[in-house]
């Protein structure tokens, strides 16, 4: 059995504006719908990623620390990351269509608040308005495609939708690299007036109205459930982000984050469990595909995000690379991803999801290690492949595992599932970072350690290249100890930078054999999209 025309989200006339209505008749509303979600889901995704390389400027102009500034990005990821799973329970509570564009409103208004913020205090308020209202976009954006089309037109639909999720990633740093360097720091978030204002009046013109009986759904309000899942999401946001320069346990404020994060998690999970009303409907992990789906999207956001945070670090400190040059780096990955998506829309529904997924697996793993040999003679072109294959695979890994989660659950399911399935993403992508800032600091002091024990004057390589320096400085007309101390210098900075490259290889090979060993995680998820789906609908009726 196939979707009937009016379970289709945006298929009933008569919730539809006149200018929809004409559109339906056309057969070209679906896409419309996606597209509107997909600019509203752009505008969210750009923006986790844009202001990391807007942050020195915006430290100097506000006069603050760097831990200070740190709090610009980790206020932003801490309301992303509570309202995600919530995002379901708001769509039923106020209506698909409303909660969607209060979200859209709310988001462009607190995009013009960062802008104007006259010190870090309103800024970091600012950004937490921002995440709040950011976060329900992502989820919701893609449960209402999901919803827009017949199982048969999904992989396309889904196609267009991810691209954005995609991409903007790629393009965030490009984009925030050059407002930065023209406008200033403030017109990245100035950029999103004139694209959160038509987004909201696509919205606002395309969406149906929402159905009073559909709202009734969402029953009472379970602010306990929402309270726990504040506290254990945030503390554990906290954590992740601010564990590195803290020293992780050994700090007082970790661990008092980490426990709170723990009770709160724990108490969150047996509360929504035991209410009638849950805030998150964890019930949704009964799918077999959604335990799966879940675990490798974490996957995906530790190793994806984890090398599109890397890669950018490496070449603006050791290559000396600026912002804007490490963003346009990103750029032939981000082409690629875009031509695969429209390859995808083509054989997304006659190729098995797990096929696709294993392939892109292991194009992600070459991807690592591909980088993992990096040098100091490592130029630009050196980049290219390994991204390439980076933009590739995380396609047709991101795509086909969407459809495979999702895919195969009943209609009444999917909201639900997609602001779990966003939130473990989002989660892995944090997971991630923190992870990769821990192993970078504490492996390349380890290297270094190793490296200096082998300085010695009993090793000669080290005291020839002592005496070629020293001699070097002193024809420039330094005298005897001052050569001798900038000739250490020098040997100082390529000891450093030497274990800065062995820590990097050992963390591209990390991400590679993470995607390896993670494979047998693919064989929980559901078949073919397409039929699955629709037994999924006909079961639902």
Same mark, same amino acid.
């Given at each position: 059995?196939?979707?009937?025309?009016?379970?289709?989200?945006?298929?009933?006339?008569?919730?539809?504006?006149?200018?929809?209505?004409?559109?339906?008749?056309?057969?070209?509303?679906?896409?419309?719908?996606?597209?509107?979600?997909?600019?509203?889901?752009?505008?969210?995704?750009?923006?986790?990623?844009?202001?990391?390389?807007?942050?020195?400027?915006?430290?100097?102009?506000?006069?603050?620390?760097?831990?200070?500034?740190?709090?610009?990005?980790?206020?932003?990821?801490?309301?992303?990351?509570?309202?995600?799973?919530?995002?379901?329970?708001?769509?039923?509570?106020?209506?698909?269509?409303?909660?969607?564009?209060?979200?859209?409103?709310?988001?462009?208004?607190?995009?013009?608040?960062?802008?104007?913020?006259?010190?870090?205090?309103?800024?970091?308020?600012?950004?937490?308005?921002?995440?709040?209202?950011?976060?329900?976009?992502?989820?919701?954006?893609?449960?209402?495609?999901?919803?827009?089309?017949?199982?048969?037109?999904?992989?396309?639909?889904?196609?267009?939708?991810?691209?954005?999720?995609?991409?903007?990633?790629?393009?965030?740093?490009?984009?925030?690299?050059?407002?930065?360097?023209?406008?200033?720091?403030?017109?990245?978030?100035?950029?999103?007036?004139?694209?959160?204002?038509?987004?909201?009046?696509?919205?606002?013109?395309?969406?149906?109205?929402?159905?009073?009986?559909?709202?009734?759904?969402?029953?009472?309000?379970?602010?306990?459930?929402?309270?726990?899942?504040?506290?254990?999401?945030?503390?554990?946001?906290?954590?992740?982000?601010?564990?590195?320069?803290?020293?992780?346990?050994?700090?007082?404020?970790?661990?008092?984050?980490?426990?709170?994060?723990?009770?709160?998690?724990?108490?969150?999970?047996?509360?929504?469990?035991?209410?009638?009303?849950?805030?998150?409907?964890?019930?949704?992990?009964?799918?077999?595909?959604?335990?799966?789906?879940?675990?490798?999207?974490?996957?995906?956001?530790?190793?994806?995000?984890?090398?599109?945070?890397?890669?950018?670090?490496?070449?603006?400190?050791?290559?000396?690379?600026?912002?804007?040059?490490?963003?346009?780096?990103?750029?032939?990955?981000?082409?690629?991803?875009?031509?695969?998506?429209?390859?995808?829309?083509?054989?997304?529904?006659?190729?098995?999801?797990?096929?696709?997924?294993?392939?892109?697996?292991?194009?992600?793993?070459?991807?690592?290690?591909?980088?993992?040999?990096?040098?100091?003679?490592?130029?630009?072109?050196?980049?290219?492949?390994?991204?390439?294959?980076?933009?590739?695979?995380?396609? *047709?890994?991101?795509?086909? #595992?969407? /459809?495979? &989660? =999702?895919?195969?659950?009943?209609?009444?399911?999917?909201? %639900? !599932?997609?602001?779990?399935?966003?939130?473990?993403?989002?989660?892995?992508?944090?997971?991630?970072?923190?992870?990769?800032?821990?192993?970078?600091?504490?492996?390349?002091?380890?290297?270094?350690?190793?490296?200096?024990?082998?300085?010695?004057?009993?090793?000669?390589?080290?005291?020839?290249?002592?005496?070629?320096?020293?001699?070097?400085?002193?024809?420039?007309?330094?005298?005897?100890?001052?050569?001798?101390?900038?000739?250490?210098?020098?040997?100082?900075?390529?000891?450093?930078?030497?274990?800065?490259?062995?820590?990097?290889?050992?963390?591209? *090979?990390?991400?590679?054999? #993470?995607? /390896?060993? &993670? =494979?047998?995680?693919?064989?929980?998820?559901?078949?073919? %999209? !397409?039929?699955?789906?629709?037994?999924?609908?006909?079961?639902?009726?």
């Amino acid at each position: 059995m196939s979707e009937s025309a009016t379970s289709l989200y945006g298929a009933d006339p008569e919730f539809l504006s006149p200018l929809a209505a004409k559109l339906l008749e056309k057969g070209i509303l679906k896409w419309v719908i996606s597209l509107t979600a997909s600019l509203a889901a752009i505008l969210e995704v750009i923006d986790t990623v844009i202001t990391n390389v807007a942050l020195p400027d915006i430290r100097g102009n506000l006069g603050a620390s760097l831990s200070e500034a740190g709090w610009i990005s980790t206020s932003y990821a801490c309301a992303n990351v509570v309202i995600i799973p919530l995002s379901a329970w708001l769509g039923y509570r106020f209506g698909k269509k409303n909660y969607f564009m209060f979200s859209l409103i709310g988001f462009t208004l607190a995009s013009l608040m960062c802008g104007l913020s006259p010190n870090l205090g309103m800024l970091i308020f600012a950004r937490v308005v921002q995440g709040l209202t950011g976060g329900g976009l992502l989820a919701k954006a893609q449960s209402i495609v999901f919803e827009a089309f017949p199982s048969t037109d999904r992989a396309f639909a889904q196609a267009i939708f991810g691209m954005g999720i995609i991409v903007g990633p790629a393009i965030g740093p490009v984009m925030g690299g050059w407002l930065t360097d023209n406008l200033g720091w403030r017109w990245i978030f100035y950029i999103n007036l004139p694209l959160g204002l038509l987004a909201v009046l696509m919205a606002w013109t395309f969406l149906p109205t929402d159905d009073k009986k559909e709202m009734n759904r969402a029953g009472t309000v379970d602010w306990t459930g929402i309270g726990l899942l504040a506290v254990g999401l945030a503390c554990f946001q906290i954590m992740l982000e601010e564990g590195q320069q803290e020293g992780w346990f050994e700090s007082d404020f970790i661990l008092t984050t980490a426990l709170l994060s723990l009770v709160g998690i724990v108490l969150f999970v047996w509360r929504e469990l035991t209410t009638p009303h849950p805030a998150v409907d964890l019930r949704v992990l009964r799918h077999r595909s959604m335990i799966g789906g879940t675990l490798y999207s974490a996957i995906l956001g530790i190793g994806l995000y984890g090398i599109m945070f890397a890669v950018p670090i490496f070449v603006q400190d050791y290559l000396h690379y600026t912002a804007l040059q490490s963003g346009m780096l990103l750029v032939p990955g981000a082409i690629v991803s875009a031509t695969t998506m429209m390859l995808f829309g083509k054989i997304g529904n006659k190729v098995s999801p797990k096929v696709l997924i294993t392939i892109g697996a292991l194009l992600t793993s070459l991807t690592g290690f591909s980088l993992m040999n990096m040098n100091p003679d490592t130029g630009a072109g050196q980049f290219f492949w390994p991204l390439v294959f980076r933009g590739a695979g995380s396609v *047709l890994i991101y795509m086909p #595992l969407s /459809i495979a &989660t =999702l895919g195969p659950l009943p209609k009444k399911d999917i909201a %639900a !599932g997609s602001g779990l399935y966003s939130l473990t993403r989002q989660l892995g992508s944090s997971i991630g970072i923190a992870l990769i800032t821990t192993i970078l600091v504490r492996r390349e002091a380890q290297h270094r350690a190793v490296l200096v024990e082998r300085i010695s004057d009993f090793r000669p390589a080290f005291t020839d290249r002592l005496h070629t320096l020293t001699g070097f400085f002193s024809s420039q007309g330094a005298d005897p100890v001052a050569a001798h101390d900038q000739a250490m210098k020098t040997i100082d900075r390529v000891v450093t930078g030497q274990a800065t490259i062995l820590s990097y290889g050992e963390l591209f *090979l990390g991400v590679a054999a #993470l995607f /390896i060993l &993670t =494979l047998p995680v693919i064989l929980l998820l559901g078949g073919r %999209a !397409g039929k699955d789906a629709e037994e999924a609908a006909a079961a639902a009726h």
